[in-house]
Nanobody, 121 residues
């Protein structure tokens, strides 16, 4: 069992930065692939970024703006979001799964409660 707690969301203006954090606890969370998804109002959940032991991955719309990183000593995954745009507005969720990352929501066993990010124009 893994528990995930996100933090760091907020209301910012376009062009600003935010850093989201996801703290994991429980069953050796550092062995899990960790991923950020987001869900905007009225839309389906969208893969944003993922990190496992060897690599990272990003959706095209956030490449060169977002950076995912991992601090294993603190069982923490962070998402540094730069040059935020109104279309980044969503609830951001941290998710974990054993093995490699996946871009599919249904592949993940563990989820955080979400943190709201709102970007005004």
């Amino acid at each position: 069992q893994v528990e995930l707690v996100e933090s760091g969301g907020g209301l910012v203006q376009a062009g600003s930065s935010l850093r989201l954090s996801c703290v994991a606890s429980g069953d050796t969370p550092n062995r899990y692939a960790m991923t950020w998804f987001r869900q905007a109002p009225g839309k389906e959940s969208e893969f944003v970024a993922a990190i496992n032991a060897r690599s990272t991955a990003y959706v095209d719309s956030v490449k060169d703006r977002f950076i995912i990183s991992r601090e294993n000593a603190k069982s923490t995954v962070r998402l540094q979001m730069n040059n935020l745009k109104p279309e980044d507005t969503a609830v951001y969720y941290c998710a974990a799964r054993r093995g490699e990352y996946s871009v599919y929501v249904t592949a993940y066993e563990y989820w955080g409660q979400g943190t709201q990010v709102t970007v005004s124009s």
